[in-house]
């Protein structure tokens, strides 16, 4: 059963650090792509970062310089280092994984979704 499964969430003051992880079992673990979406209240679900296969990267334009998406592709699990955190970083984060997402950071061709790790930012 392909499965995703975000952890590291928390709340931490601006400026503070935190990392993300989600553990990806089954197909998922073996997709070419997987992402970073967060969604805060009242806002649309956005891409945050994406991975693909052989360790090309993308990211926000909100994020670039603070954030790091990365994976562990003996544990099948994928990160997100997050430095110098907002306010505005505050927001639901979930991991997706897709065969191919060209069109990132649309979320159209992401199969699976993890249920979220909530990061807080606030002083």
């Known amino acids: 059963q392909a499965q995703l499964v975000e952890s590291g969430g928390g709340s931490v003051q601006p400026g503070g650090s935190l990392r993300l992880s989600c553990a990806a079992s089954?197909?998922?673990?073996?997709?070419?792509?997987m992402g970073w979406f967060r969604q805060a209240p009242g806002k649309e679900r956005e891409g945050v970062a994406r991975f693909v296969l052989g360790g090309f990267t993308k990211y926000a334009d909100s994020v670039k310089g603070r954030f790091t998406i990365t994976k562990d592709y003996d544990k099948k699990t994928l990160y997100l280092h997050m430095n110098n955190l907002k306010a505005e970083d505050t927001a639901m984060y979930y991991c997706?994984?897709?065969?191919?997402?060209?069109?990132?950071?649309?979320?159209?061709?992401?199969?699976?979704w993890g249920q979220g790790t909530q990061v807080a930012v606030s002083s």
């Open positions: 997706a994984a897709a065969w191919r997402c060209e069109n990132w950071p649309a979320r159209g061709e992401f199969e699976y």
């Open positions: 089954g197909v998922a673990g073996d997709m070419f792509c």
